[in-house]
């Protein structure tokens, strides 16, 4: 992450909402604005991919068992919590296909310190 501000600023707050104690959806906005930053610098592996999809159905999941917890009023505090810990992880290896996925050669680094397009590697 050396010399990449956006992706250091991208970890930095995915981490730190990933482990907040609180869920909320307004939560993803703070680090999905910081996406474009970083986007450069990390291929888009299948293993990337498997990952996004999996973090994508924990969300629903813990989202829609919240809503049935808070707005329905039925009692899904066990789902609620096994969710949680589904999102927990679903983040974790997220996060982790990320930062093995980023771009590390001097090549594709232009002097700004960003890569200059988006790589697509198969696994």
């Given amino acids: 992450i050396q010399n990449q501000l956006g992706l250091a600023l991208f970890v930095q707050t995915y981490l730190f909402v990933t482990n907040n104690k609180v869920i909320t959806a307004q939560y993803?906005?703070?680090?999905?604005?910081?996406?474009p930053?970083?986007?450069?610098?990390?291929?888009?592996?299948?293993?990337?991919?498997r990952g996004l999809v999996f973090l994508g159905l924990s969300i629903v999941l813990w989202l829609g068992s919240a809503y049935l917890l808070?707005?329905?009023?039925?009692?899904?505090?066990r789902i609620v919590w096994g969710a949680s810990v589904l999102y927990f992880f679903a983040n974790v290896y997220v996060m982790?296909?990320?930062?093995?996925?980023?771009?590390?050669?001097?090549?594709?680094?232009?002097?700004s310190g960003t890569t200059s397009s988006l790589h697509k590697k198969e696994n």
């Avoid at 993803?28 to 996406?35: A, D, G, K, N, Q």
């Avoid at 930053?37 to 991919?49: A, D, E, F, G, P």
Wanted: aromatic share 6%; proline share 2%; net charge positive.
């Fill in 96 to 111: 982790g296909t990320l930062l093995q996925s980023i771009d590390r050669s001097p090549s594709s680094t232009s002097s």
């Fill in 37 to 49: 930053l970083c986007s450069s610098s990390v291929r888009l592996t299948n293993k990337v991919i």
């Fill in 28 to 35: 993803f906005t703070w680090y999905l604005c910081l996406l």
């Fill in 70 to 77: 808070e707005m329905q009023g039925m009692a899904v505090h």
